[in-house]
């Protein structure tokens, strides 16, 4: 990845924003465009606080602000602490939410436990309301703000073993459609983004067979960078997206567009 560079009148200077997951992955991603595009970022982490603590350096290098916070998402009191503790290093403010965090087990259903479900449903679908609810208490308190949630592809186009994930996925994107009716009157923008596959180092090494099928059903002809996505949310959080809400924005390389029969 490209070191980051400072911003000058970026889409995003004087906003503050909360990146959940954003220790590794598309989290970093997301993260450091932000930063790119001027907002000073607060960088959440549950397990990952190397690399947390790596991005929130590289945006300190380039001259933005960024802070490291730990916090597990599965539990409601957490989720209201992060977002706590991120708008009182904000000054007080927090402008955008990105929920990312989350977690994506391969379990064929059938065989499936309850407490398989309920891991990936807490992580992927209770800590976006969780985190979503505590952050609309500061934006409608202030001058409003953008919550946008990470789905997937899959919320609509369902995978062997992932049935807890797609399901997860597919209650976020409705819940971002709820939310942005039911906040929309303080100001609060709520939307998706849900990404195709998105590269990571290792990943052709480790699922050849899917790597290759997901380049062949690609428009664009490769995978998916964590910058993508993060030129998504930064869109989402901008200006630009002021009359933009209840949205799923596809970030699959044209993989939706491909025809199934």
């Not at 989290?27 to 970022?41: D, H, K, M, P, Y």
């Not at 891991?119 to 952050?135: H, I, P, R």
């Not at 073993?161 to 942005?180: D, I, N, S």
């Amino acid at each position: 990845m490209p070191p980051v560079t400072a911003a000058r009148d970026g889409l995003l200077t004087g906003q503050v924003a909360l990146v959940t997951g954003a220790g590794g992955g598309i989290g970093r991603g997301i993260a450091l465009r932000f930063a790119e595009e001027g907002a000073a970022v607060a960088v959440h982490c549950r397990t990952a606080v190397r690399g947390a603590h790596e991005v929130a350096g590289r945006i300190r290098d380039a001259g933005g602000r960024a802070v490291v916070l730990r916090a597990e998402l599965t539990q409601e009191d957490a989720c209201r602490r992060l977002v706590r503790e991120a708008a009182e290093w904000g000054g007080g403010r927090l402008t955008a939410l990105v929920n990312n965090a989350g977690v994506q087990p391969v379990q064929p259903l059938p065989g499936m436990a309850l407490a398989q479900w309920r891991e990936v449903v807490d992580t992927n679908l209770s800590g976006v309301f969780a985190c979503t609810q505590a952050a609309a208490e500061v934006m409608r308190d202030d001058d409003g703000g953008t919550v946008t949630h990470i789905a997937s592809v899959e919320a609509d186009r369902p995978a062997p073993g992932h049935a807890h994930y797609c399901a997860a996925k597919a209650a976020v994107v409705m819940h971002a459609r709820a939310a942005a009716l039911e906040y929309g009157p303080h100001g609060i923008r709520v939307n998706t983004v849900s990404p195709g596959l998105i590269d990571r180092q290792g990943l052709a090494q480790d699922w050849p067979e899917g790597v290759r099928r997901w380049r062949e059903a690609t428009a664009t002809g490769r995978l998916g960078r964590p910058e993508d996505v993060g030129d998504a949310c930064v869109f989402l959080a901008s200006s630009l997206a002021s009359w933009i809400t209840g949205h799923d924005l596809v970030v699959d390389g044209g993989v939706s567009a491909r025809p199934t029969w």
